[in-house]
């Protein structure tokens, strides 16, 4: 996806909204006016490619308030959550004669279970910040989302970039893939090699072992993953 390679040096981005809203979706009065044809220009990855992104850096999502129908199928791909408690989630579709048009159905069933994904997506009501916290949609609810993120993304920016990407990978799998301990497999086959060969193996526990900050490797050898 392109926003992987818009700042080659950044190892995370963040993702939030302004005013009231996270993402309210697509303007149904426009809608309403297009044609068939533009009506079917979605690009198939999904809004703005979030929905169906595998990309190479973990994406946090600040939830500010509303986030409803794309805005919300943008939320079920972020690598993490963390609303403010006035948050509220919501899939509307059905309620308009629409589905996921992002194509995250599959992913929000293995996310949260059938039953909860049936009733998000059967009644489009609105799933507030505590309930979407207890069903997994949401990682944390502090009243500066924002913030939150940022120091969040300070930590994770503040370790092996190698090891988080590797490890980021397993995790898509996992969420994504077939069996889970044949994926576990692959997984430890393709990309544990790479990282034990690297440098920031060692470096992380020489580090850890001489109670020091790691000094870690940024150039790491992206090929061989």
């Given at each position: 996806m392109a926003m992987d390679g818009l700042e080659p040096e950044l190892s995370i981005g963040i993702l939030t909204g302004s005013g009231r809203a996270f993402c309210t979706s697509a303007d149904m009065r426009q809608w309403v006016t297009s044609s068939e044809q533009e009506q079917g220009m979605l690009p198939a990855d999904g809004f703005c490619g979030i929905s169906q992104r595998h990309g190479k850096k973990p994406i946090l999502a600040a939830v500010n308030g509303l986030a409803v129908g794309g805005g919300m199928e943008v939320l079920i791909n972020c690598d993490m959550v963390i609303a403010s408690p006035s948050a509220v989630l919501s899939l509307p579709d059905v309620k308009v004669g629409l589905s996921l048009l992002g194509g995250t159905l599959p992913l929000l069933v293995r996310k949260i279970g059938r039953s909860r994904a049936s009733d998000m997506v059967f009644t489009g009501r609105n799933i507030r910040a505590d309930e979407a916290l207890r069903w997994g949609l949401v990682d944390r609810i502090v009243e500066d989302p924002m913030n939150e993120?940022?120091?969040?993304?300070?930590?994770?920016?503040?370790?092996?970039?190698?090891?988080?990407?590797?490890?980021?990978?397993?995790?898509?799998?996992?969420?994504?893939?077939?069996?889970?301990?044949?994926?576990?497999?692959?997984w430890k086959k393709k990309y544990w090699p790479a990282l034990r060969d690297g440098k920031n193996v060692g470096e992380g526990i020489s580090a850890f072992l001489e109670r020091r900050k790691p000094n870690w490797d940024r150039d790491w050898d992206k090929s061989k993953l």
């Amino acid at each position: 996806m392109a926003m992987d390679g818009l700042e080659p040096e950044l190892s995370i981005g963040i993702l939030t909204g302004s005013g009231r809203a996270f993402c309210t979706s697509a303007d149904m009065r426009q809608w309403v006016t297009s044609s068939e044809q533009e009506q079917g220009m979605l690009p198939a990855d999904g809004f703005c490619g979030i929905s169906q992104r595998h990309g190479k850096k973990p994406i946090l999502a600040a939830v500010n308030g509303l986030a409803v129908g794309g805005g919300m199928e943008v939320l079920i791909n972020c690598d993490m959550v963390i609303a403010s408690p006035s948050a509220v989630l919501s899939l509307p579709d059905v309620k308009v004669g629409l589905s996921l048009l992002g194509g995250t159905l599959p992913l929000l069933v293995r996310k949260i279970g059938r039953s909860r994904a049936s009733d998000m997506v059967f009644t489009g009501r609105n799933i507030r910040a505590d309930e979407a916290l207890r069903w997994g949609l949401v990682d944390r609810i502090v009243e500066d989302p924002m913030n939150e993120a940022v120091e969040i993304a300070k930590t994770i920016a503040g370790n092996s970039p190698d090891a988080v990407f590797v490890s980021r990978e397993g995790i898509f799998m996992g969420l994504t893939e077939g069996d889970v301990f044949e994926k576990g497999r692959e997984w430890k086959k393709k990309y544990w090699p790479a990282l034990r060969d690297g440098k920031n193996v060692g470096e992380g526990i020489s580090a850890f072992l001489e109670r020091r900050k790691p000094n870690w490797d940024r150039d790491w050898d992206k090929s061989k993953l």
